[in-house]
């Protein structure tokens, strides 16, 4: 099973900032099949980023993500007040999917 | 647009069943792989099991296989997730998701509650 690790855990930010939320994976993962998600309370996840670096469809620029093998990355350029939430990373190159734990990005 | 409504969670007791269900609207339902997701509380997201548009193949998690059982009616443009002999760790809010790999949409989730 690929372990996905995300650091930090807790980002403390004021809108208008920049965020760079970190995934390592256990193992280099194929075709750099990873998936990032926004998650906040009572609503469903939703998809950003797939491929590692392909923007899902209405997924604003300010997303995006980077990164191959082990070590990836999402940025987002310049914090709104609607992005406050909690970001997983997902793998999807082998099974099972697993999720790394979250990255809680709060206002500061 | 695409919709996924979760239905049928609930308080259960411990070694109880229940049957979830997802309705789902705006794709072509019998084409798309479709998944069950779960998040315990306080916990993060977990993959539970899925199944292939055609229903021939499933896939479950270590920790539900033999108790869980996914399936979906193309007819109806629904799928299921028959829960056996439930335990106080599969509390959690149930998900589907359209799967392409990833998960592109989700539903909103049902509560399910394991508890005496």
């Known amino acids: 099973e690929i372990v996905l690790t995300q650091s930090p855990g807790t980002l403390s930010l004021s809108p208008g900032e920049r965020a760079t939320l970190s995934c390592r994976a256990s193992q280099s993962l194929s075709s750099n099949y990873l998936a990032w998600y926004q998650h906040k309370p009572g609503q469903a996840p939703r998809l950003l980023i797939y491929g590692a670096s392909s923007r899902a469809t209405g997924v604003p620029d300010r997303f995006s993500g980077s990164g191959s093998g082990t070590d990836f990355t999402l940025t987002i350029s310049r914090l709104e007040p609607e992005d406050f939430a909690v970001y997983y990373c997902?793998?999807?190159?082998?099974?099972?999917?697993?999720f790394g734990q979250g990255t809680k990005v709060e206002i500061k | 647009e695409v919709q996924l409504l979760e239905s049928g969670g609930g308080l259960v007791q411990p070694g109880g069943s229940l049957r979830l269900s997802c309705a789902a609207s705006g794709f072509t339902f019998s084409s798309s792989a479709m998944t069950w997701l779960r998040q315990a509380p306080g916990k993060g997201l977990e993959w539970v099991s899925a199944?292939?548009?055609?229903?021939?193949?499933?896939l479950y998690a270590d920790s539900v296989k033999g108790r869980f059982a996914i399936s979906r009616d193309n007819s109806k443009n629904t799928l299921f997730l028959q829960m056996n002999s439930l335990r106080a760790e599969d509390t959690a809010v149930y998900y589907c998701?359209?799967?392409?790999?990833?998960?592109?949409?989700w539903g909103q989730g049902t509560l399910v509650t394991v508890s005496s």
């Open positions: 997902q793998q999807y190159g082998s099974s099972p999917r697993t």
């Open positions: 199944i292939t548009g055609s229903g021939t193949n499933t």
């Open positions: 998701a359209k799967t392409s790999g990833f998960f592109d949409f």
